[in-house]
């Protein structure tokens, strides 16, 4: 099917999936599985659908992807939250399945930019791994923090069967991680590149590499943006306000602030002595943290563009921090 035919703004949920081709004036709905891919997309192939537009949706968007990609229409995934900024924009302030489908449709058509994105099995993997061992991680976290507290016997053996089991899991997770990396060649040649920054290790690289595909591949603002580091005005007037980060991939940027931290504090010399010249300029030591992942993201981008490992020569020179503050959260 040709990529350039018409839109399709498919909301999918668990159970169901409710499509609008708002071109045609056109609606349909199919069950999530097998049978309702197909009847899906003998509509869309029907209706001369080229594109399908999704919200991600906490992974049940996956098996339409496939199924739609499999049938030769192009994808589109997008961030719910610009959807559902663009319907309060348009007024439309009503929410259900069929509204949802239409509002993604009409979403699409004033916002053609990155019309689809290709299918990449590999990353999706990855990231569903790198996910995996984000949840443990936090699942162990969570144990801990009920350790710093006197339990009764029967409570510290139940908490210590878990940690023990969560450790186990965590190897085998760790290591299915690096597998995969391993045997793909193109994931290698970013982890051993990222890697080579003093301060990062294989799992920042690894979620790096399922999270942030764009890395190499756009400029500076965009991939600052991105991650949500940019800091953007709040001027009206006269008034000067304090600058905030927004938006971005909050996981990421989560995931992102401790390594940075290290780095900065401890692990890599260049970022180290921008932290320092930002903390003597009277910034808060959070705001020079997130200053430090929007250098050290900026970095990265430059290192995976160009292929080439870290060279501190290149990076000693930066630009004197703005005396505007930012607010900035993690």
Known sequence: MAQNGRIVGLDISKLKVDGCIRSLGQRRSAPSTPEGHGEM???????????????????????????????????????????????????????????????????????????????????????????????????????????????????????????????????????????????????????????????LARHTAAALIAWMPELGLVDQKAIAALIGTAPYDDDSGNRRGDRHIRGGRKSMRNLLYMPTMGAATQHNPVLNAYYQRLRAKGKEAKVAIIACMRKLIVILNTMLARGEKWDPSRHQATAAPSGRRIAATA
């Open 41 to 199: 997309i003998s509509w869309l192939e029907a209706n001369g659908v080229g594109l399908a537009v999704m919200e991600a949706s906490g992974g049940y968007e996956r098996s339409w992807a496939r199924a739609l990609r499999a049938a030769g229409i192009a994808v589109r995934i997008v961030d719910p939250k610009r959807v559902r900024h663009f319907a309060k924009s348009a007024g439309r302030l009503a929410k259900s399945d069929p509204i949802d489908a239409e509002m993604i449709a009409w979403f699409a058509e004033t916002f053609p930019d990155a019309a689809s994105q290709p299918q990449d099995a590999d990353r999706e993997e990855l990231a569903m791994l790198v996910k995996a061992r984000a949840a443990l991680m936090q699942a162990k976290t969570d144990i801990g923090n009920h350790g710093e507290h006197s339990q009764p016997r029967a409570a510290e053996k139940a908490f210590a069967a878990v940690r023990r089991s969560l450790d186990t899991q965590l190897m085998q997770l760790e290591a299915a991680i690096a597998g995969k990396i391993a045997a793909t060649a193109r994931f290698a040649a970013l982890a051993e590149i990222i890697e080579s920054v003093p301060g």
